[in-house]
């Protein structure tokens, strides 16, 4: 059984099935709290449309992606959020309900918070914000290095619910940051693709109109929907893929080593990247893990993703308990590694308390 296999069967009818039980509660919880009379059989009908909103969808975009199904997808996932914001309120609410009686009013302006709070949300999670840091390396050459600006993108995830118009905005951008400097690359850390369906030849064709080198190193998701057809999509449009290769920039003197995700744990922990001793060496890894091996060897900067911070609250909490790394730029004895929020999202397209970024990371030396 392929990814895209496991992940429908885990995603699809099993979590569905789950989803079932949870959603009868919710519903049920929600309707109490506004004091809205509704039958079982009601609420019953309202799950398995529901269940039969995220069932077929998922089935249907693994082998072809149509209008109809991407907007459904993206309902079902607002949904799955709103739920579990609708979980914690009625949390509260339940513990509060023992101190004070809470009128009327004050529950149906909680419940209304969270569509209030998706709304801004999915505003945020489709408007790029640029962050731009400074970065000082140890001038390695013999002759002065020319100065580079990195754009650094990650986790765009196109596929049903990320779309065309996530990579138009990201182009835009992408140009006008190259307009105002005077040296620019581009880097891609991994999950261009969701794999929630097929990429095709052309699904990146918009990033041949980017005015600067564009390098790519592939992430986990990026493997769902097959990696050959991700890289081949790429190259139509003109991006560089390293994958396990490394590219010398002679001008800047930068050594950029691209590390690909591998599901293989040992393959990942027992990776020696080849490090150029005369130039600043630069890694493309889709996970912010093993930086403190990595700047042992010789790197002096690492590109990592993966996370989203968290891309929303409370998950950014949880998240960040898991990564030590897990959103920002870190240093340490001039070796530095960034972790972008980054751009696309992944299940809901909601962002609260992290933004779809793009990180510039203005690189000087010093001697």
Not at 23 to 32: C, G, L, P, R, T
């Amino acid at each position: 059984m392929g990814f895209a296999e496991n992940r429908y069967l885990i995603q699809g009818p099993i979590f569905t099935f789950l989803l079932l039980f949870y959603n009868y509660f919710i519903i049920s919880s929600i309707a109490y709290i506004l004091e809205f009379k509704i039958t079982t059989l009601e609420i019953i009908s309202i799950i398995l449309i529901l269940a039969i909103i995220r069932l077929v969808p998922l089935r249907i975009e693994m082998s072809k992606t149509h209008l109809i199904t991407q907007y459904l997808s993206e309902f079902s996932n607002l949904w799955l959020w709103a739920s579990f914001m609708y979980l914690f309120e009625i949390i509260i609410l339940y513990f509060a309900s023992f101190i004070v009686k809470i009128p009327f009013n004050i529950k149906l302006a909680i419940v209304l918070l969270v569509p209030l709070f998706g709304a801004i949300g999915y505003y945020i999670a489709h408007h790029n914000y640029i962050n731009e840091h400074d970065i000082y390396l140890k001038e390695k050459s013999e002759r002065k290095s020319k100065n580079i600006s990195i754009i650094h993108i990650s986790d765009m995830h196109i596929g049903s619910i990320r779309k065309k118009r996530t990579i138009i905005q990201l182009v835009r951008n992408i140009n006008m940051i190259a307009s105002e400097k005077d040296n620019v690359i581009t880097i891609i850390s991994g999950d261009a693709a969701d794999g929630s369906c097929p990429i095709l030849p052309d699904t990146f064709i918009d990033f041949k109109d980017v005015k600067t080198p564009v390098i790519f190193t592939p992430g986990n998701h990026d493997y769902y929907q097959g990696i050959d057809n991700v890289k081949l999509s790429l190259k139509n449009a003109g991006v560089t893929i390293l994958d396990n290769e490394n590219l010398i920039l002679d001008d800047e003197n930068l050594n950029i080593i691209g590390f690909k995700f591998s599901f293989n744990e040992k393959e990942q922990e027992e990776y020696t990247p080849p490090i150029a001793n005369d130039k600043n060496n630069v890694l493309i890894y889709h996970v912010p893990l093993y930086w403190e091996e990595f700047r042992k060897t010789g790197v002096d900067l690492q590109l990592s993703g993966h996370t989203h911070g968290g891309q929303f609250f409370p998950a950014t909490l949880f998240v960040g308990r898991q990564f030590k790394y897990n959103r920002g730029l870190f240093n340490k004895n001039n070796s530095y590694l960034s972790v972008t929020d980054g751009v696309g999202t992944f299940a809901p397209p909601i962002r609260l308390g992290t933004r779809s970024e793009i990180a510039v990371l203005n690189i000087h030396r010093e001697s």
